[in-house]
């Protein structure tokens, strides 16, 4: 209900304002961390400290029995509480972020999971807007995020995570120019060679072995 109010009463105005872009809708999704600062174990309501009785297992009572035990990676420490997780859009001319969406979840939940929930939520509360790109961190940086937006006609651009070392195939010699086009050991521009619907991905050949150098 409160998605919807603010759906209605912010978000909706914004868009017939044009303070955010109709057309061409760009959107980043991330989450934060929302500190509890209640206590984990709770407290006693119950007279065994008065008999003697330190080490009881009597029911207790908690601030937030929602709040749940999550991972902060920006502190590299866990923390007890919840994630808020927001969808903006960046505004050129006023050069701040508006918020479109905004969900609070477990703390448990991995941001992967909530990026998708956030978008399905976001499209089924906006069916009228079309998003074009959708800017996320490396902690969605998977294969099921990147089939779903294809099939959704969504852009995604996602940082490369960098605890996936295992599976580079190529040495760190080889770069890519501001055409995104890679360049061999032997500093040419490689030649493209079409795409790899089993892998998701692109294919580039030697210059030299294509007989295009």
């Known amino acids: 209900m409160l998605q919807n109010i603010f759906a209605k009463v912010a978000v909706e ?3 017939n304002l044009n303070l955010i872009e109709k057309g061409n809708l760009s959107v980043a999704g991330d989450g934060t ?21 330190y080490d009881c297992k009597c029911p207790r009572k908690l601030s937030d029995i929602d709040a749940t035990w999550g991972w902060d990676s920006y502190e590299t420490r866990w923390f007890y509480g919840h994630t808020l997780y927001a969808i903006s859009s ?15 979840v477990e703390a448990s939940r991995h941001d992967s999971v909530t990026g998708i929930v956030a978008l399905a939520e976001f499209r089924e509360l906006f069916p009228q807007f ?11 940086d998977n294969y099921s995020t990147y089939e779903l937006c294809l099939k959704w006609g969504i852009n995604l651009l996602i940082d490369l995570n960098s605890k996936n070392k295992g599976n580079l195939k190529y040495p760190a010699t080889l770069s890519i120019n501001e055409k995104g086009v890679p360049i061999c050991i032997g500093a040419h521009e490689m030649v493209y060679n079409g795409f790899e ?11 030299l072995a294509c007989k295009k150098n």
Request: contains cysteine; proline residues 5%; charged residues 25%.
């Open 13 to 15: 105005p914004s868009f």
């Open 130 to 140: 079309k998003i074009s790109n959708y800017v996320l961190d490396s902690a969605n």
């Open 33 to 53: 961390c929302v500190h509890c600062h209640s206590s984990y174990y709770g407290s006693k309501v119950c007279n065994c400290r008065e008999n003697g009785i």
């Open 90 to 104: 960046y505004n050129k001319e006023y050069k701040l972020d508006l918020p479109l969406y905004l969900r609070f």
């Open 197 to 207: 619907k089993s892998r998701s991905c692109i294919k580039w050949r030697c210059p």
